[in-house]
């Protein structure tokens, strides 16, 4: 997809599984292989510039969108916006960001966010290169919202994510990492390898040791003795609210 329609890495779509229910509908810019993995367990609505790709995944709801310079920047090629404003669906609940390809850019995004769902999930690939990391930056300052950087590519969320959902996410992170071509990792890092040894097994303890946490706290909520306490308690929350207020105004 991003690397001329190469298939998007095996830790993006493991993290869009984290972040997406499985048969919800998601929303791609820039289509390519990996549109084929992500449509049999998703609706795809994929983003396309290029004709020639325009349903090369037959499950795939395709959207060719040509590039076209923007009003707001004449140096600025970028998917037709008024197409998008008709093609989009209504609702969805990921967009994942690999494109346009190349040497276009995607800064034309950054003046489109409103076209967009703002309230779901955006998962921006290849943001170890210089371009993409500042696009995934600037969305975030634009959006307002909470940016996670791993080491190949970028999600912005509505709402902080979970422990347990992070552990996940940088464990999928590190698995493709040490699978990376060696040639492809000297392009954009001083290093090959890094000072720390890569754990998975670490992050995979995280999350196992975030669902148990997880499931004593609901044990605790599901208690008898829990419950009799948030009725006794129940009462009082008024004041409390009421104390609270006080004290803001004081300050």
């Not at 392009?187 to 992050?203: C, G, M, Q, S, V």
């Amino acid at each position: 997809m991003g690397k001329s329609h190469f298939q998007i890495d095996e830790a993006i779509i493991s993290t869009i599984r984290l972040l997406a229910k499985k048969g919800s509908t998601i929303v791609e810019l820039g289509s390519g292989t990996g549109t084929k993995i992500l449509s049999s367990e998703y609706t795809v609505y994929s983003v396309e510039d290029n004709e020639e790709w325009v349903g090369h995944c037959e499950k795939a709801n395709y959207i060719h969108a040509p590039l076209i310079e923007l009003e707001s920047n004449s140096r600025l090629r970028w998917y037709d916006p008024e197409i998008l404003k008709k093609s989009l669906p209504e609702h969805y609940s990921l967009l994942l960001i690999d494109g346009p390809f190349g040497e276009n850019g995607r800064d034309g995004l950054l003046t489109h966010l409103d076209i967009f769902d703002s309230e779901i999930p955006i998962v921006i690939d290849d943001t170890l290169r210089s371009h993409e990391c500042r696009i995934a930056r600037e969305m975030a300052f634009l959006l307002n919202r909470p940016l996670y950087v791993f080491w190949n590519f970028s999600i912005i969320v509505p709402k902080l994510l979970s422990q347990k959902t992070l552990a996940g996410i940088q464990r999928y992170a590190l698995q493709n990492l040490e699978n990376e071509d060696e040639q492809y990792l000297k392009r954009y890092l001083h290093r090959k390898a890094p000072l720390l040894p890569i754990d998975t097994a670490a992050w995979k303890q995280i999350e196992r040791d975030s669902q148990s946490d997880r499931k004593r706290i609901e044990m605790i909520e599901s208690s008898f003795t829990w419950r009799i306490g948030r009725m006794i308690t129940r009462p009082l929350w008024p004041i409390h609210k009421l104390r609270s207020m006080i004290r803001k105004k004081r300050r």
